[in-house]
């Protein structure tokens, strides 16, 4: 009997490790090409106690209500700081993220579910943060807080106690996700490169100037990160996506480059052309426009 109860015990404690990483059907329709970064929110609470919650939005947000159990981050803190070169945003160091996830206490063989304020743009950038430097399994939540919050799931104002962890990257960093100025400006001339330009037309264009100079990378096409999720902060179905992104000549056959203002757009554009529908070849510029903006490489305006 004893032999039994512990059989029995063994197999219970296999599918509750398993359920944190078992897939979430709720996508089928959709038809997307893997989503084993993404997680509805279904599946969330019905999951909530077999994984991390990292909340990336604002503290006073964040206090007035947030998903059960959720740690907050601050994102731009945490996921972006500023380079020996002097250009800000850029990714920093394994150690320093790794710090701050110890300081929430989370662990290697956590399952983190990222959720922000805005249809999972700083959530991202986060979870493009731990894909860099070698974090088993992080995901987005679709539709991210807004969704959570408009459909009554559960919610809770307390923060919790925290028992801080030893979190350590183990690996070299993964730089095939990380493009540079120069892969950048190689690209300019190569027809089996393209540069996704994931910012509003208006920046595109020239009329909206964020740094020295207005404007756009030569050859770039315009496909503002916004296109990507409907009017519930939720991503679009494959078939809808592929028509925006095949419409502007980014195609499963190039090499593609996103980039924004200082890469956090941009990695919404790449978790959607890379994870949901599966292009071999997708690394995010950086540097952004913030560095080639500030600079005397080539734009046009047009």
């Not at 029995?8 to 989503?35: H, L």
């Not at 991503?235 to 996103?258: N, Q, W």
């Amino acid at each position: 009997m004893k032999k039994i109860i512990i059989i029995i015990s063994v197999m219970i404690s296999v599918f509750v490790a398993c359920s944190s990483q078992s897939t979430d059907n709720s996508f089928e329709a959709r038809g997307y090409s893997s989503t084993d970064k993404l997680v509805s929110a279904e599946w969330l609470e019905e999951n909530i106690n077999d994984v991390k919650i990292i909340d990336v939005r604002k503290q006073e947000d964040y206090d007035q209500g947030h998903i059960p159990g959720a740690l907050r981050l601050t994102p731009n803190e945490v996921f972006q700081w500023e380079d020996e070169n002097g250009v800000k945003g850029m990714l920093p160091s394994g150690d320093h993220i790794a710090k701050a996830l110890s300081d929430i206490g989370i662990n290697e063989e956590d399952t983190i579910i990222f959720y922000d304020g805005n249809s999972n743009l700083w959530a991202s950038r986060g979870l493009w943060a731990l894909e860099v430097y070698g974090h088993e399994d992080s995901r987005l939540l679709d539709g991210s807080w807004n969704y959570w919050l408009e459909n009554n799931y559960p919610t809770s104002t307390d923060s919790g106690s925290i028992e801080k962890s030893d979190y350590k990257f183990s690996g070299n960093a993964n730089t095939q996700l990380i493009a540079d100025f120069e892969e950048i400006l190689d690209s300019v001339d190569d027809p089996s490169k393209i540069v996704c330009d994931t910012r509003s037309p208006d920046e595109y264009t020239g009329k909206d100037v964020r740094a020295d100079r207005g404007g756009h990378i030569p050859g770039s096409e315009n496909v503002n990160w916004v296109n990507a999720v409907d009017e519930t902060g939720k991503f679009l179905s494959a078939k809808d996506l592929e028509a925006i992104y095949d419409s502007k000549g980014i195609k499963t056959d190039k090499a593609v480059y996103t980039l924004c203002q200082t890469a956090v757009r941009a990695t919404h554009t790449w978790f959607v052309l890379q994870e949901l529908l599966g292009y071999d070849n997708v690394k995010v510029y950086d540097g952004s426009w913030i560095e080639w903006g500030n600079s005397d490489l080539p734009i046009e305006t047009k």
